[in-house]
């Protein structure tokens, strides 16, 4: 059974560049993503992109950096080295974007001019004007 989900989470590894035979590609990414109570482990996914995304995955994505994911939710059973039986949770056919990128420098604003100070001009009250008092001078 497939559904569609997202998550939020920090890449634990680098990606993982899959080739196949008929010159398709894949990307693997294992996902941490941090549980509700502040005691519980991360809850590991994997994170499939194919492709395009995949040649994007490996341009940019590096372990550490926190990722935005939505896609197909899979669970894929599989045999451990040990001979134990497995499963994963599986992100497929993923829609990434970057939040936090642990490589890229944090670009700093150049600092902007301080404007140059125009004159003030004032003018005298015409004839029947009462002038403003200066905000000193204001009594409340």
Same mark, same amino acid.
């Given at each position: ?9 920090? @890449? ?6 899959? !080739? /196949?035979? $008929? ?13 509700? =109570?502040? #005691? ?7 994170? #499939? ?5 995949? %040649? /994007?995955?490996?341009? *940019?994505?590096?372990?550490? $950096? !926190?990722? *935005? ?5 899979? %669970?894929?059973?599989? !045999?451990?080295?040990?001979? %134990?039986?497995?499963? =994963?949770?599986?992100?497929? *056919? +993923?829609?990434?974007? @970057? @939040? =936090? +990128?642990? #490589? ?5 604003? %150049? ?17 029947? /004007? ?11």
């Amino acid at each position: 059974m497939a559904f569609q989900g997202t998550l939020t989470g920090n @890449i634990g590894q680098e990606p993982e560049l899959i !080739t /196949f035979e $008929d010159g398709k590609m894949k990307v693997e990414l294992r996902v941490a993503v941090k549980q509700r =109570k502040k #005691d519980a482990p991360a809850f590991w996914v994997q994170v #499939d992109m194919w492709g395009k995304q995949a %040649e /994007f995955a490996m341009d *940019y994505l590096h372990k550490g $950096d !926190t990722i *935005y994911a939505q896609g197909t939710v899979t %669970e894929q059973n599989f !045999t451990r080295r040990n001979g %134990e039986a497995g499963h =994963k949770v599986v992100l497929v *056919y +993923s829609q990434v974007e @970057i @939040i =936090k +990128s642990k #490589d890229r420098e944090e670009v700093k604003p %150049e600092p902007t001019p301080t404007p140059t100070p125009q004159p003030v001009v004032t003018q005298q009250p015409k004839a029947g /004007f009462q002038v403003v008092p200066e905000h000193d001078e204001i009594p409340f």
